[in-house]
C-alpha cells in the first residue's frame, strides 16, 4: 500500500501523539517509539524506502550525542548550535509547513467539489448517519497493531504448539463474514480470538488489504481513541 509519507511523517505522528511542541522533543523518547515501529514494520514484511533506514541511523546518532558532555561533542564542519536536535527540528518544521498547506488545499478542494452550477434535489438525511469521526494514518492503525501484539508477549515463550493455518486470503473471508455490509466491529474486537502472534499479522494484513480494495473504512471517535473497522455497505 503506498500509504507512507516518509520518515518526517512518521516522526511528526509521534510528536502530535505524545502532544509535545516539536521544539520540545525528546529525542530518547522519539527514537524508542520509532524503532519500535520499524520493529512492526519488519514484523509486517513492508519493504521501507531507504529514507527511513537513514532517519533511523540520524535518530540514534543525534541520541549518542545528546548522551554526550559538551566538552566531548564530536567536531562538525557546520554545526554553530550546541543542541544537535536543531537540524532535525528544522526539517520538521519546514515538513509540517508543505504538509498544514497540503491539507489545506486538500479541504478546498473537497469544498469545492459540492458546489454545483444548479440547486440539486433535496437529500434526506437518515437520523442515524454515521458520525464525523477524525481520520485514522496508518500509524494508528500500527500502534493498535502493536497494543494487540503486547497480550502474546508474556505467553509466547511457554511452548505452546498452534496451529496456524491462517491464510490472508482464509483471513479475508473469515472478516467478510464477521462484519456484515454496512456493519462495524472494534479494531481490538477482530483480534479476540486470535490463538498467536502470526494469526494476529495475518489478520492485520487481511485488515489493510480490505481497506485497499475499498471494503473496510476506518474510524476514530478521537485522537488515540478506539479504533472502529465499517464494512462498506454494497452498491
Known amino acids: 500500500m503506498e500509504i507512507f509519507e516518509g520518515p518526517l511523517d512518521l516522526l511528526l505522528f509521534l510528536i502530535k501523539k505524545d502532544e509535545v511542541d516539536i521544539y520540545d522533543i525528546s529525542i530518547d523518547r522519539i527514537t524508542t517509539q520509532y524503532l519500535a515501529y520499524m520493529d512492526a514494520f519488519k514484523l509486517l514484511n513492508i ?24 566538552h566531548q561533542q564530536p567536531p562538525e564542519e557546520d554545526a554553530e548550535e550546541e543542541d544537535p536536535r536543531w537540524d532535525l527540528i528544522r526539517q520538521l518544521i519546514e ?7 497540503a491539507e489545506f488545499l486538500q479541504r478546498r478542494e473537497q469544498e469545492q467539489s459540492d458546489f454545483f452550477g444548479h440547486l440539486p434535489e433535496e437529500i434526506e438525511r437518515d437520523e442515524e448517519e454515521t458520525r464525523p469521526l477524525a481520520d485514522v494514518s496508518i500509524f494508528d492503525l500500527i500502534r493498535a497493531f502493536q497494543n494487540v501484539l503486547k497480550r502474546f508477549e508474556e505467553t509466547e515463550d511457554l511452548g505452546e504448539i498452534i496451529d496456524d493455518r491462517w491464510t490472508v486470503s482464509e483471513k479475508i473471508e473469515h ?38 480494495m475499498n471494503q473496510f473504512r476506518v474510524r476514530q471517535d478521537a485522537i488515540l481513541g478506539d479504533i472502529e473497522i465499517h464494512r462498506v455497505e454494497n452498491t
Open 95 to 101: 515538513y509540517k509547513k508543505f504538509k498544514d498547506a
Open 47 to 70: 519493504s521501507l524506502a531507504g529514507e527511513f533506514i537513514v532517519m533511523a541511523s540520524n535518530l540514534i546518532y543525534i541520541k549518542s550525542r545528546s548522551l554526550l558532555p559538551k
Open 175 to 212: 472478516l467478510l463474514e464477521l462484519i456484515p455490509p454496512g456493519g462495524s466491529l472494534l479494531f481490538s474486537l477482530i483480534f479476540e480470538q486470535a490463538n498467536s502472534k502470526g494469526e494476529v499479522i495475518v489478520t492485520f494484513l487481511a485488515v489493510l488489504e480490505l481497506m485497499k
